[in-house]
């Protein structure tokens, strides 16, 4: 009985069909999450990972020129 307790104790309950509501108003349910209500920022129906290839090549085209600024920044202060 009180191994019973302990085991209730540290193990999380897991929730099935968890309502998961994004900022965009976009609403779905997701299985096994640990709390019974999720609030997300992003989700796949708004996401630009998700809503198509061209917004995603781009976000990578972006970061690349990023890093090479950084890269560039980088080689200037070990010159200096
Ligand atoms: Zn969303």
Same mark, same amino acid.
Request: net charge positive; with cysteine.
């Given at each position: 009985?009180?191994?019973?307790?302990?085991?209730?104790?540290? %193990?999380?309950? $897991?929730?099935?069909?968890?309502?998961?509501?994004?900022?965009?108003?976009?609403?779905?349910t997701?299985?096994? /999450?640990?709390? &019974?209500?999720?609030?997300? &920022? /992003?989700?796949p129906?708004? %996401?630009?990972a $998700?809503t198509?290839?061209?917004?995603?090549?781009? /976000?990578?085209?972006?970061? &690349?020129?990023?890093?090479?600024?950084m890269?560039?920044?980088?080689?200037?202060?070990?010159? /200096?």
């Amino acid at each position: 009985m009180f191994n019973n307790k302990m085991k209730k104790g540290i %193990h999380p309950q $897991y929730f099935q069909n968890v309502k998961v509501k994004c900022i965009c108003w976009n609403e779905f349910t997701v299985d096994g /999450a640990t709390v &019974e209500f999720i609030k997300v &920022e /992003a989700c796949p129906a708004c %996401h630009p990972a $998700y809503t198509g290839t061209k917004t995603k090549k781009v /976000a990578k085209g972006r970061m &690349e020129k990023i890093l090479e600024k950084m890269k560039k920044m980088e080689q200037l202060q070990k010159a /200096a």
